[in-house]
């Protein structure tokens, strides 16, 4: 026995690689119904969107890029169809280059759903407006608290901003009841100190797991309403809205963070068996001289 | 002429908006407003055109690279790729046309597979380096199985939510604060020092 063990705690790499590209395919092929109860913070955030009134504007910031899109995609998605299903309309924009596309990508995604599953039309410029990239981060965010048509003069595909019906009657962050920056970079702290402290908008933030506990200590001192955190997180908000369609009687959108989070499970289970196997291989070899 | 231009001018420029701009902050009249709104455009025009000096150092140091005869396939294939992407963008970004194409099913899965393999990496190098050496290390390693069980629904089988809560609301939060009142005394005495002109490393160490 011991020497198995000790045996295991030496496996190659590529053994390790294969074992981990496995055990997360499994969940791909097999149904796994895990628990995803809501953590408080990615709850705050529900909540907070669930008692808007209709008709709200939230602002919607696209801080990722590809290489996080797994972890941050599903949930600016929850959170549109969360947004759409009740009426509130969104301004999207991307405060990083990478993010632009993957913002619209996003939107365009989930109205083509809501046509698809209910027939529903979320209209471009009525529900929605996409204003794409503003570099100079900090600028930008301040200068959306004096006036967007400065900082966001034409939308993405270069239309007026004037031109947008959604747009009439919004003019800065007075304008705005709750942003959120779905983000896998430092910006959260721009918006924290700018958005949030200098013009005292609401401010969530949907983050990696990662980056998740750096953003801890503003929710604890209230000054942002709520934390999306990581891919649990995302599941956690997508569980939420899903269960929202149920008892309105609808079907259910796709279980993209449901699914994604299965696999990151199994492979955080193999990770600390991983670890667990080459500790107690190093113990037996220690005892044995 | 040049110490002027070099030295005198930018300092007197950092030490003049430094302080009207810290200072507007202070004052609720329309002059300061519209010095703030006016600032702030400039900054954005600012930003802009540094992303523009970026563009002309990648050029110019892939064609130095080609010439030189250099690594020059890849700085070819880096220049060919950043030509097209913008030459594609320049015509057409909108959903569909042939750059959102190109950045939705060639950048985007690049950058994610990238990305991806850092899990591979994690597993093989904590299955390898993770060992409870020393009581720190021993430490550091329950903590950190822990918050991975309670990052997965696993934790909330376990009952764990709790204590996962615990660790990232008390032990975390305090280091977390000690490290952000730290970073913000230390970015609030560096600005002083850009402004009054101590600290001069960004006009090149002069």
């Known amino acids: 026995m011991r020497e198995l063990f000790i045996k295991l705690s030496k496996m190659k790499r590529s053994t390790i690689f294969l074992i981990l590209i496995v055990g997360m395919l499994i969940p791909f092929f097999v149904t796994l119904k895990f628990p995803y109860t ?13 008692n808007l009134p209709e008709g709200s504007v939230i602002l919607v910031s696209v801080d990722y890029g590809p290489s996080t899109l797994p972890e941050t995609e599903p949930m600016l998605e929850a959170i549109l169809k969360h947004a759409f299903i009740k009426n509130i309309r969104v301004i999207g924009i991307a405060l990083t280059e990478e993010g632009t596309n993957l913002g619209l990508r996003a939107f365009e995604n989930v109205a083509k759903e809501f046509k698809a599953l209910y027939n529903i039309d979320i209209r471009y410029g009525a529900d929605y407006v996409y204003l794409g990239f503003k570099s100079g981060s900090e600028a930008a965010i301040l200068g959306l608290g004096e006036d967007i048509r400065k900082v966001f003069p034409k939308d993405y595909s270069g239309r007026d901003i004037e031109d947008l019906p959604m747009m009439f009657n919004i003019k800065n962050y007075n304008d705005i009841s709750l942003v959120i920056t779905i983000s896998s970079t430092m910006l959260p702290q721009q918006w924290i100190i700018y958005a949030q402290g200098r013009y005292g908008v609401p401010l969530a933030i949907g983050t990696t797991a990662v980056l998740a506990t750096d953003w801890y200590p503003y929710l604890q001192s209230g000054q942002i309403i709520g934390l999306i955190g990581g891919l649990k997180g995302a599941a956690e908000y997508e569980n939420l809205v899903n269960w929202k369609f149920k008892m309105e009687g609808r079907s259910l959108f796709g279980m993209k963070a449901i699914r994604n989070m299965n696999a990151v499970t199994i492979a955080e289970l193999l990770i600390i068996l991983f670890i667990l196997l080459g500790n107690i291989g190093y113990f037996l070899e220690k005892k044995g001289g | 002429m040049r110490r002027f231009f070099g030295e005198i001018l930018p300092l007197a420029m950092a030490f ?23 600032m702030l455009q400039w900054v954005i025009g600012v930003a802009s055109m540094a992303v523009i000096m ?104 376990l009952n764990m939510d709790s204590l996962t809560a615990w660790i990232l609301n008390v032990p975390n939060l305090a280091q977390k604060r000690g490290i952000l009142i730290g970073v913000g005394l230390g970015a609030a005495a560096t600005s002083l020092k850009i402004i009054l002109g101590i600290e001069r490393n960004w006009m090149g160490g002069r």
Do not use: C
Request: proline share 4%; aromatic share 18%; hydrophobic share 50%.
């Open chain 2, 16 to 38: 003049f908006f430094g302080t009207t701009l810290a200072l507007q902050y202070f004052f609720p009249f329309r002059f300061a407003q519209t010095y703030y709104q006016t």
């Open chain 2, 54 to 157: 970026a563009v002309i150092s990648f050029i110019r140091y892939n064609f130095r690279k080609i010439f030189e005869g250099r690594d020059s396939f890849s700085a070819s294939v880096a220049l060919i790729g950043f030509l097209m992407m913008v030459g594609l963008g320049i015509f057409s970004r909108e959903s569909g046309s042939l750059f959102d194409k190109m950045y939705n099913n060639v950048y985007v899965p690049i950058n994610a597979t990238m990305f991806s393999l850092l899990a591979f990496y994690m597993a093989s190098a904590a299955y390898r380096a993770f060992r409870a050496r020393t009581l720190e290390a021993t430490l550091l390693l329950v903590a950190a199985i822990l918050i991975i069980i309670g990052s997965t629904p696993i934790g909330t089988l």
């Open chain 1, 38 to 50: 809501a953590s408080p913070p990615t709850k705050a955030v529900f909540d907070y969107i669930e």
